[in-house]
């Protein structure tokens, strides 16, 4: 299957900073990739995603990139809020169907 | 959104015993669902993929026989650990595409521990 990796595994930034996470996937057929932020014990949430006939799109405060040829992708957060402290996860979807193969997560710490 | 639907949220159960988890979609129906585990601080991992009226596909390396799978019907699937042991521990979670979306709904995921 997919194999996604994901980088750094963990952040702190000051509030107001801006934080990226970046990822990157093997499987060149992969055609979508959700960003999904995960509070403990609870189901992860999706707050932005790509089509790979996009390069970049922008949600308020929260944009994501994708460089198809080097097949990777990344997360912008930008004006970090306490409340933006979580665990955030990459993902790419299979070529075989809707499974989504993720990585391995950034935990995320904005400083008041 | 769609809703996706798991239960239990947490279950504690004695070593050997078997659990059943089930995952249901309750404003769609899902001709596919997906099971993942996660461990502590670690990344979502697929498991497996839950096929309606069909043999469930695991991936790579998870015992079929120990996480049984039933998709019976297009809004239920259900994940039965099987003679559970303490390392099955862990937070299972499913989820599952709604028709032509892309997009995956998850469930609320369950805290399995066997003592």
């Known amino acids: 299957g997919e194999n996604v990796e994901q980088h750094p595994s963990t952040l702190s930034v000051q509030e107001g900073d801006s934080a990226v996470i970046k990822c990157t996937y093997s499987d060149s057929a992969s055609n979508y990739f959700p960003w999904y932020k995960q509070e403990l014990g609870k189901r992860p949430q999706l707050i932005i995603d790509i089509r790979s006939n996009v390069g970049e799109k922008k949600d308020q405060r929260i944009a994501v990139t994708l460089n198809k040829t080097a097949k990777h992708f990344s997360l912008h957060i930008t004006e970090t809020q306490p409340e933006d402290s979580a665990v955030y996860f990459c993902a790419a979807i299979g070529n075989t169907g809707n499974q989504f193969y993720f990585g391995t997560g950034t935990s995320l710490t904005v400083i008041p | 959104g769609a809703v996706v639907s798991q239960h239990p949220s947490r279950v504690i159960c004695k070593s050997g015993t078997s659990v059943k988890i089930e995952c249901r979609s309750l404003?769609?129906?899902?001709?596919?669902m997906f099971w993942y585990r996660q461990f502590p601080k670690k990344s979502l991992m697929l498991m497996a993929t839950s096929n309606e009226g069909s043999k469930a596909t695991y991936e790579q390396g998870v015992e079929k026989d120990k996480f049984l799978i039933n998709h019976a019907s297009l809004t239920l699937s259900t994940l039965t650990v099987t003679s559970a042991h303490p390392e099955d521990s862990s937070f299972y979670i499913c989820?599952?595409?709604?028709?032509?979306?892309?997009?995956?709904?998850f469930g609320q995921g369950t805290r399995l521990t066997v003592v």
């Open positions: 404003d769609f129906q899902a001709t596919t």
């Open positions: 989820s599952a595409p709604r028709g032509g979306d892309t997009e995956a709904f």
